[in-house]
Nanobody, 120 residues
Framework: QVQLVESGGGLVQPGGSLRLSCAAS????????MGWYRQAPGKQRELVAT???????NYADSVKGRFTISRDSAKNTVYLQMNSLKPEDTAGYYC??????????????WGQGTQVTVSS
């Protein structure tokens, strides 16, 4: 069984910064990609950023230049550094990973989410 545990959310003023972390644990033979998605009340879940093996990154246009995704493969951990935060960044942020686990099949796993609120 694979688990993803996020941390680092909270309340921050506009223009502030937060750093989210997501650690994958369990029987893990490989991770193909990790990423962050977010969902605001009444809206669909949307991609924020992903990072694949080799460090190839992809960002939503709305966060380019403000957010940075990084990955520590040795720790099976992905980070999201969020700078210049705006009220419209307020959402639940969810970690996602494509993992080769004990079943020897690739599975898509999600964390429980961490809330980010940007407000003065």
């Amino acid at each position: 069984q694979v688990q993803l545990v996020e941390s680092g959310g909270g309340l921050v003023q506009p223009g502030g910064s937060l750093r989210l972390s997501c650690a994958a644990s369990g029987t893990i033979f490989a991770i193909k990609a990790m990423g962050w998605y977010r969902q605001a009340p009444g809206k669909q879940r949307e991609l924020v950023a992903t990072i694949a093996t080799g460090g190839i990154t992809n960002y939503a246009d709305s966060v380019k230049g403000r957010f940075t995704i990084s990955r520590d493969s040795a720790k099976n951990t992905v980070y999201l550094q969020m700078n210049s935060l705006k009220p419209e960044d307020t959402a639940g942020y969810y970690c996602n990973a494509a993992v080769l686990g004990s079943s020897w099949q690739w599975g898509d796993y999600w964390g429980q989410g961490t809330q980010v609120t940007v407000s003065s």
